[in-house]
């Protein structure tokens, strides 16, 4: 059994990198096949407090400190540098986290 994921998806306002990046996470959930999931967007000061709620937090800026979930950091997406590597990276670590 597939579970929901729920993706936390933080930039530095939580508008403009993150709604970028989440077109991007979406791509990678389907050309992984997963189709149970509900992004949400976040700012980097609310990431904290939300984090929680999430399997995974993926964040276009550095963010150092314990979320207590598996995080991962997208930049790639919004610079274009070793996209294809983030997006293999990315899909293998939310199949493992749907199939968990």
């Keep these: 059994m597939v579970k929901k994921l729920n ?5 530095g306002s939580g508008v403009a990198t993150s709604t970028l ?3 991007e996470v979406k ?10 999931y509900q992004i949400s967007k976040a700012s980097m000061t609310e ?3 939300l984090a929680s709620t999430a399997d995974i937090v ?6 150092k400190g ?3 979930v598996p995080h991962m950091s997208i930049i790639g997406f919004v610079t274009g540098i070793n996209e294809a590597k983030l997006r293999k990276n990315l899909g293998e670590k939310l199949v493992e ?4």
């Design 7 to 11: 993706i936390l998806v933080a930039c």
């Design 21 to 23: 990046a989440a077109a």
């Design 27 to 36: 791509s990678v959930l389907e050309e992984y096949g997963l189709t149970s």
């Design 47 to 49: 990431l904290p407090s």
């Design 58 to 63: 993926l964040t276009t800026n550095n963010y």
């Design 66 to 68: 314990d979320l207590g």
């Design 97 to 100: 986290i749907a199939n968990a």
